[in-house]
């Protein structure tokens, strides 16, 4: 066997590939045979067993990683919405979710909906792209300026960066290795992985604004697409509030809802907020995003509090705040739309919350409007560093985990959950104490329920008393 060429690409606390390559005659270069171990969060994924005990690396002809990397580049670093209308907690749950909506479909909706989502796996999944072996599951999928990486026992969202150059660096040592050999195909894929870049350009506009090039043209009308989506080129990491707030809303709202908001966002500018990006700046550090989403949204809003010096007997006033942050709000009537609010925070436009006031959305009550502007404080204290680097979509595609945890921030934030039982404790009557709840915190009697749902108090109430929670909440009064 020949001279073996060892590499250690990544890193041991997310994503990390070991390899050694190696050719002999039965062995070609071209084919780029060699052992891979790949963990993920420092668990074995891509391994085999020792006879007495312990991990191996798999040894195999790694030409088909190459190709894949090479035919999937442009997915793998610009794609990000789900396929069909379905929005996961995690790429984990996407084959639960889609069988979900698969129950009351007809069968050939069914089954474009099936092809669909078995492209868009093919496409992500790296295990997939190998013939003639079976290994685990390894599926990226690129979250603003996050990335999911999962396996079937371990999801991770790590730095989207990271994985990108992690890819890069693996594609490029597979390539520099397969160039040696004298196959054809190992040229070809050779090729097709240097050439990744001009099929990334090709693609930019349909993966970022998540819309197909015939809506697109419809929307920009005769406006030059670079000048509708004010881009200066279409480089993998020219992203956008336009083109976010399209790929998170496109396929909910109609083309003119679309145009709508496009064009409310182009009308303003940006604003400085120094007060507020002191205040996330201190309350980043101090939130634990491996935990569960509401826990997290509890603690963001507690940390909020705290740095405003509220306590829990006093009402918050999101509008008043974020006035005094500097972030617009402004009102769009979206008849007929499910989409309640729209934000958006960049280098050229916001930060700006834009508020569906048309009659039957949230925003047109009170209440709505109040808890509204209060899930979109959460996103623009945290994930406008992160998972949301432009803009989010309330009724849209926004990632789901990222709304559960804006839901259970936006509650605690009007409402904490220690205040209600403290309140329930003192009245006779569950019911008068939701009311007077209800009435001092200016939230509805269903965010009243919902809190004390999920307090300790819950459990000490009698059954009467739960069903008189549960009742709110299913009438959402």
Request: aromatic share 8%; charged share 30%; with cysteine.
């Amino acid at each position: 066997m020949g001279e073996k060429i060892r590499i250690e690409i990544g890193n041991p606390k997310t994503l990390q590939i070991i390899m050694e390559l190696f050719s002999d005659e039965d062995h070609p270069c071209s084919m780029i045979w060699g052992d891979l171990i790949l963990t993920l969060n420092g668990e074995f994924v891509w391994c085999t067993e020792r006879e007495q005990g312990g991990e191996a690396p798999v040894t195999w002809s790694w030409i088909d990683l190459l190709e894949f990397l090479g035919d999937k580049w442009p997915w793998l670093i610009l794609e990000e919405r789900y396929p069909i209308p379905i929005n996961p907690l995690h790429p984990g749950t996407i084959r639960r979710e889609a069988e979900k909506r698969w129950e009351s479909m007809g069968e050939e909706q069914y089954l474009d909906e099936d092809e669909a989502l078995f492209r868009f796996e093919a496409r992500h999944d790296l295990s997939l792209g190998l013939k003639g072996i079976f290994l685990p599951s390894l599926f990226v999928l690129r979250q603003g300026k996050r990335a999911w990486v999962y396996n079937q026992e371990t999801y991770l969202l790590c730095s989207f960066e990271e994985i990108k150059t992690s890819l890069t660096q693996l594609g490029d040592y597979l390539a520099a290795y397969a160039a040696t050999g004298a196959s054809n195909r190992g040229k070809r894929a050779v090729c097709r992985w240097r050439e990744r870049t001009k099929r990334v350009d090709e693609l930019f506009l349909e993966l970022r604004s998540g819309m197909p090039e015939e809506l697109r043209k419809k929307l920009e009308k005769e406006i030059p697409s670079a000048e509708f989506w004010e881009l200066e080129d279409t480089s993998d990491n020219d992203d956008n509030e336009l083109l976010a707030a399209a790929r998170l809303s496109g396929g909910v709202v109609s083309l003119d809802d679309q145009k709508m908001i496009l064009d409310c966002i182009k009308q303003t500018t940006t604003r400085k907020t120094d007060l507020f990006d002191i205040i996330s700046k201190k309350i980043l550090p101090e939130l634990d995003e491996v935990s569960r989403p509401y826990v997290q949204g509890y603690r963001v809003a507690q940390l909020l509090r705290r740095e405003l010096n509220l306590d829990d007997e006093s009402k918050a006033e999101p509008e008043t705040l974020l006035g005094q942050w500097g972030v617009d709000v402004r009102e769009q009537a979206l008849d007929a739309c499910p989409v309640d609010a729209v934000a958006v925070w960049g280098t050229n436009h916001g930060p700006i919350i834009i508020l569906n006031t048309a009659e039957g959305s949230r925003p047109a009550h009170k209440h709505g409007r109040r808890s509204t502007l209060a899930h979109e404080i959460c996103h623009l204290l945290i994930d406008r560093h992160g998972a949301l680097p432009f803009s989010e979509v309330l009724g849209g595609y926004t990632p789901l985990y990222l709304e559960q945890r804006a839901n259970a921030c936006a509650a605690e934030f009007l409402m904490p959950r220690q205040s209600a039982v403290n309140k329930v404790r003192k009245f006779s009557s569950l019911i008068e104490a939701l009311e007077k709840l209800s009435e001092q915190y200016e939230v509805s009697l269903e965010m009243v329920a919902l809190q004390i749902k999920n307090s300790d108090l819950f459990f000490d109430l009698n059954e009467e008393e739960k069903g008189i929670i549960h009742r709110y909440i299913e009438k959402k009064v």
